[in-house]
């Protein structure tokens, strides 16, 4: 009978979208493997190719043919950071995982730094660019309207919520279904999960090859996920909450036409045509009120019952 062998875990999984970015996966290879090599802890490094249209993934697969601790995802039409990320963090299987983009801006020697603050009893660890090295009108001046915009709604108060590099404890990310812009948002979604949260100064420097992937047509996208964000960190364990208040303010507004036809047939100041309307009016607001709290009820099963799907087609390199 065959034996199904469980893979030994690692220390560190280092996770990294990439999305042509050909002239940089060299680069930052060397300086990843500068760095973890001579770090006590196993590792492992997983490139995800975002569907590229340059030559990033041929760029990465020779790389892993020589370096057995970097594995490769490869998407098959560009997903999005997000779903790159989620990818990540399903095949990781380092106890803990860092996250950092493929551009050459978040530095690897902030590693070992980031890895002491995690062993102080942290879940999560979040870079924090003191010296930023972009332009000031079109990346800093949004970056702090959105930074302030995320912490007021998460109420994670981080310096720099769109920094690219962190750190996680496995068994949090986990547990996160990624989606749109919310790789954003991961400290706030590790706080519903109970994690703890610090900061710390990291190295930042200009991109020096390619082009950013970053513009103000983001900005709408990542408003629209802070809304759903803030519903799900309201809402998450209790949406019969949400939608039963939807469904006390129809059966309010019930009541109250309820009272209006009741008056009307005591006094007997409308015809037939407009008691016709109040009852349907009447019906229509019963009827909303019970369609929203059975909603509340449904997706209170899902919630409880629900399992993390996938959202991306891609294929394991091996």
Partial sequence: ?????????????????????????????KALDDVLSKMPEKYEIIFIDDGSSDNTFAKMRMLAQKDPNLKLIKFRNNCGQSAATDAGFEMARGKTIIVMDGDLQNDPRDIPKIMAKMDEGYEVVSGWRKDRKDKLLLRKVPSKIANRLICSVTKVQLHDTGCALKAYKTEVVKKINLYGEMHRFLPALARVEGARIAEVPVRH?????????????RTFRVLMDLMSLNLFIKYLQKPIQFFGKISLFFLLCALIATGGLIQGLLRNVYGIEQMNILATIVFLFITSSMLFMFLGLITSLIYRTGSKKSIYLSELVK
């Fill in 1 to 29: 009978m065959a034996q199904n062998h469980v893979k030994p875990k690692l220390d560190i999984s280092v996770v990294i979208p990439l999305y042509n970015e050909e002239d940089n996966v060299d680069l930052l290879h």
């Fill in 205 to 217: 420097h200009s991109r020096k090859f390619g082009q950013s992937k970053y513009g103000i047509s």
